[in-house]
Nanobody, 115 residues
Framework: QVQLVESGGGLVQAGGSLRLSCAAS????????VGWYRQAPGKQRELVAF???????NYADSAKGRFTISRDNAKNAQYLQMNSLKPEDTAVYYC?????????WGQGTQVTVSS
């Protein structure tokens, strides 16, 4: 059974940084695109960034220039480096991964940015 486990959320002041991690475990043959969504209270879940197996990336406009997504294929892991955080970045962040034709989700990690 494949699982995604996230870590790295927390409370940070505006302008600070956090690094989220997400590691996949279980019986895995290949991992295609991986990425991050977030959901703020009262809002729909939105895509933050994703990275394809070849390494190309896409970012939401709100994340461009501040967030960097990366992956370590040897570790079946992905990361989201978040800099210059703003209060509006406060949300639960979920990682996902397309593994062997299926999409798996992490449990979510809370990111809170204080002003």
């Amino acid at each position: 059974q494949v699982q995604l486990v996230e870590s790295g959320g927390g409370l940070v002041q505006a302008g600070g940084s956090l690094r989220l991690s997400c590691a996949a475990s279980g019986r895995i043959f290949s991992i295609n695109a991986v990425g991050w969504y977030r959901q703020a209270p009262g809002k729909q879940r939105e895509l933050v960034a994703f990275i394809r197996s070849g390494g190309s990336t896409n970012y939401a406009d709100s994340a461009k220039g501040r967030f960097t997504i990366s992956r370590d294929n040897a570790k079946n892991a992905q990361y989201l480096q978040m800099n210059s955080l703003k209060p509006e970045d406060t949300a639960v962040y979920y990682c996902y991964a397309n593994i062997d034709g299926l999409t798996y989700w992490g449990q979510g990690t809370q990111v809170t940015v204080s002003s």
